[in-house]
């Protein structure tokens, strides 16, 4: 037999059942909202009973798949392109193969996979996590090239950090970079290529621009497993309005612009994920005020020259500016930035395909090594 637990990083799911089907051990699971709207981030440990019987096979189920963000309810959403990444003891991460979508006589669906079972114990989640130690570990392989400062606190009281290469000074000429990750607490692939970005960076020394990221704007999300998307008590990514909604947007909108007057500012990225199915490559979405205060022409030719960059991980169209629905209308980060005069765009990055090319923390990387390379080109 088999148990689950989220006591672990980032944990969360709902355990619906478990138990014994054809053979094998069966997890059947859904993510959590954790008190939010949507879901879509998931991650749990499942461990095998002490007695149970050693090398039996485990099938996990993802209930009502069409519950997630982009979790295959409309047509062009194939819920098969949900990759999750598993572990076990002495082992890497890996990505499970394509699941198989079960149909339900009421229209409901499910993904279900089956995989080794855990020996004794097997992490699963929907993408690479990346957390405190992931971040730790690129400043420990960067050797100083960044700083990292504690700009403020989170709204529950956690110390949030920014990583810099630099204080700059007022007026400077020197070309610069802000960048976030983490609005929504559960997008991790825009962590690991904010990791890419900041190694590549890293490697230019003094040649770099100056480079302000905040790895976890939503601190609180990550530490306790939310996904993050339109949670309560607002958006991180809609509270950056006047007078901006979130502690953490009022003091990064402060270090946003003591960055702006130390450097020749030239771009903000903020790096999301999608919906849970989109495979076709990341893609940029423009600010829906980008043509405000002259900005509209850098703004697009920034965006081009981005996914110009990315070659095959890009998604075959041109930038695009989103037209779904918020539940809240403030202002987003990229917005923000325009309106203070700095071209600003998001990124989206897939949880685990792009054009048929399984996603990996390789990969992820040099996906943001290639973003780098549009400023430093």
């Known amino acids: 037999m088999i148990r689950a637990t989220t006591g672990i990083p980032h944990g969360n799911a709902v355990v619906l059942s478990s138990g014994r089907r054809g053979g094998m051990d ?13 879901v879509l981030w998931f991650c749990f440990r499942l461990e095998r009973f002490p007695r149970a019987p050693r090398g039996r096979r485990v ?15 409309w047509e062009d959403e194939d819920p098969r392109t949900i990759r999750p990444v598993v572990r076990r003891p002495g082992s890497d991460w890996e990505r499970l193969g394509a699941g198989a979508v079960v149909r339900e006589q009421d229209g409901r669906f499910h993904v279900a996979w089956e995989t080794a079972g855990p020996a004794p ?16 570990g690129l400043l420990r392989d960067t050797r100083g090239s960044f700083t990292s400062d504690t700009v403020g606190l989170s709204q529950g009281g956690r110390p949030l950090v920014r990583l810099s290469n630099g204080g700059g000074e007022e007026g400077s000429a020197r070309p610069g970079l802000f960048v976030t990750a983490r609005q929504h607490s559960g997008e991790t692939p825009g962590s690991w290529v904010m990791d890419g970005l900041l190694r590549r960076m890293a490697s230019l020394g003094r040649r ?14 990550v530490e306790r497993g939310d996904y993050g998307k339109d949670n309560f008590p607002w958006d991180l ?10 502690h953490e947007t009022l003091f990064l909108q402060h270090d946003f612009l003591r960055w702006k007057k130390r450097c020749r500012p ?27 205060l002259g900005r509209g022409k850098p703004t697009m030719r920034m965006a081009r020259r981005l996914m110009a960059a990315l070659g095959n991980f890009g998604a075959p169209r041109t930038p695009v500016t989103p037209g779904y629905l918020s539940r809240w209308n403030t202002a987003r980060f990229d917005e923000f930035a325009v309106a203070n005069g700095v071209p600003s765009f998001v990124v989206e990055i897939p949880y685990a395909l ?11 990387r040099e996906m943001g090594a290639k973003m780098a390379s549009i400023l430093v080109s």
Not at 26 to 38: A, K, N, Q, R, S
Not at 208 to 221: E, H, K, Q, R
Not at 266 to 292: F, Q, W
């Open 121 to 136: 114990w097997m992490d699963i989640a929907v993408c690479y996590p990346y957390g405190r130690p992931e971040l730790d």
């Open 354 to 364: 792009a054009r048929g090319r399984v996603l990996t923390r390789e990969t992820y």
């Open 59 to 73: 099938r996990l189920v993802l209930a009502n798949v069409h519950n997630l963000l982009g979790g295959g309810w």
């Open 26 to 38: 069966e997890l059947v699971f859904m993510p959590d909202p954790h008190g939010g709207t949507e």
């Open 266 to 292: 030239v771009l903000t990225l903020d790096l999301h994920g999608p919906g849970a199915t989109e495979a076709y490559g990341t893609y940029v979405s423009l600010p829906g005020n980008y043509r405000k």
């Open 208 to 221: 770099a621009p100056l480079v302000w990221a905040v790895p976890f704007v939503d601190l609180d999300g």
């Open 237 to 246: 990514n809609r509270a950056w309005g006047d007078p901006p909604m979130r």
